[in-house]
């Protein structure tokens, strides 16, 4: 056997544990000291005989593929899985953009408004559509998004609905989820898209009320920080699952101190809420570029663990999926995902919704299929492949970025932020700790506490 070319370890001083990650499978262990020097010995010398208390631990090692085969490839592994995520005609993802009008005015929105919700035809199209493609797989997942996709509430329910009954006919999983700016969350419209099985709601508040509202205001030039944060403490109250997004530059960043602050003191429900920080990239807009006073990537891998673990402090959890491994990084270089607007174009990322003129790779028919009417695009996509980037190639995080966002990559319009690859690789070993510390300490452990203290392991 052999070690595993993309194990993390990490000693957190405080408990005298050592944690340990495997980037491929996921597989997490926490060892005492006892325990790690009996971790250490296997993984330098994994084919020694070993004393029968020592077998368990090996068993883990192996279980989470930290010790390996001595045939295994793993490089070439993850190319496989990587074609099989990517090239599998039979699973079935759809952003859906029912309209790309929207009720508020945000300088940094990528997308190009119009006043154009989906019509009949265009929703017969998509009915056709999705019952040609629910029989070839047995899960779908549906993402509504926008513009605001709360202006067209009714385009939503209507296809939602469809949706739903055939995924139930051919005994198929279905997840829907919802990007909205939550301004018109009203106690009704909870009630309609609980109705049509919508579970999650992408909801972003842009650092604290005084920096959102001068971001994020309504067509009138109102503010929308107080009206966002009640609807989605409703929300939340009524059994959605909210993925709370907050946008962090260096103008906002000591603020979302204050957001979180006042996420805890609100009656929002912490168990279902996801509080999700992330970093601002530059982009083009139809206003001209949007340049905020941005933080690099190693820049923002540093403060991310400090803004986590002060929300765990104010009782709220870390989701493991910030440590998820992945066949792909998103879907718009697979086969199965299908970002569809208003009018049945066809794209393959959602950061071209309003763009489709250029950037569409076909479009619905009204049998249902699609006609693929611009391959230069649809290859450009479908042929990126990060095993064949040197730096890619070579990162011990490659496993949970897979070469990171397509979309950047492939315009390179990022204004000097690093193109596509993950902070992730920056601060894998910090977020380690913060996962650990949600995962088994409790709020009131963290009130003297202001960074972890650790170092990382070479073995």
């Known amino acids: 056997m052999k070690l595993s070319n993309y194990n993390v370890f990490v000693h957190y001083e405080p408990d005298n544990i050592y944690i340990g990650y495997n ?62 995520a990517r090239y599998n005609p039979n699973g079935l993802a759809i952003v859906i953009a029912p309209t790309l009008s929207c009720n508020f005015d945000c300088p940094y ?10 019509n009949q035809q265009t929703i017969t199209k998509i009915k056709k559509f999705f019952k040609k493609r ?19 509430l009714d385009v939503v329910e209507n296809l939602n609905s469809y949706f739903a009954s055939e995924a139930k006919k051919k005994n198929a999983e279905f997840t829907c989820s919802m990007v909205t700016n939550g301004y018109l969350l009203t106690p009704s419209v909870i009630k309609r898209l609980k109705n049509c099985c919508i579970e999650t709601l992408q909801i972003t ?37 909210i993925a709370l997004r907050s946008n962090i530059e260096k ?12 996420l805890a003191e609100s009656e929002i429900d912490k168990n279902r809420l996801l509080f999700a920080p992330c970093m601002v990239m530059d ?21 991310e663990p400090k803004v986590l673990l002060y929300s765990i402090k104010k009782g709220f959890k870390v989701s493991k999926q910030i440590l998820s491994t992945h066949s792909t990084f998103c879907g718009a270089n697979t086969l199965s995902l299908f970002v569809i607007d208003s009018y049945a174009n066809v794209l393959k990322c959602w950061c071209n919704l309003g763009r489709a003129e250029d ?101």
């Open 205 to 241: 508040l842009d650092g604290y009320r005084e920096y959102h509202d001068r971001l994020r205001y309504t067509l009138n030039g109102e503010k929308t920080y107080s009206k966002i944060l009640d609807n989605l403490v409703n929300a939340s109250k009524n059994g959605f699952k």
């Open 359 to 459: 950037n569409k790779v076909g479009y619905v028919k009204e049998d249902g299929e699609i006609c693929f009417t611009n391959h230069k695009v649809l290859y450009q996509w479908l042929d990126w492949d990060p095993f064949e980037i040197e730096e890619c190639v070579k990162c011990k995080v490659l496993p949970i970025c897979m070469g990171g966002c397509m979309y950047y990559n492939i315009i390179g319009e990022t204004n000097g932020i690093e193109i596509g690859c993950s902070h992730r690789r920056h601060n894998l070993e910090e977020i380690l700790k913060v996962y650990y510390f949600s995962a088994t300490k409790g709020a009131s452990q963290l009130k003297d506490i202001s960074m972890l203290n650790s170092s990382k392991l070479t073995i």
């Open 134 to 152: 629910i029989q070839k797989t047995n899960y779908a997942a549906v993402c509504w998004t926008g513009g605001e996709p709360l202006l067209a």
């Open 109 to 118: 929105c990528y997308v190009d408004r119009e006043k154009v919700s989906m």
């Open 23 to 84: 980037c491929v499978s996921g597989g997490m262990y926490v060892f005492n000291e006892k325990q790690f020097k009996v971790v250490r010995e296997k993984l330098n010398t994994p084919n020694k005989v070993i004393a029968d208390e020592e077998k368990v631990i090996k068993e883990k090692l192996i279980k989470g593929r930290f010790l390996i085969d001595d045939d295994i490839n793993e490089l070439k592994m993850l190319k496989i899985r990587n074609n099989i």
């Open 251 to 262: 103008d906002n960043y000591e603020g979302i101190y204050n957001l979180i602050d006042e």
């Open 283 to 303: 982009v083009k807009t139809s206003k001209g570029n949007y340049c905020g006073n941005c933080f690099n990537k190693k820049e923002f891998a540093e403060i």
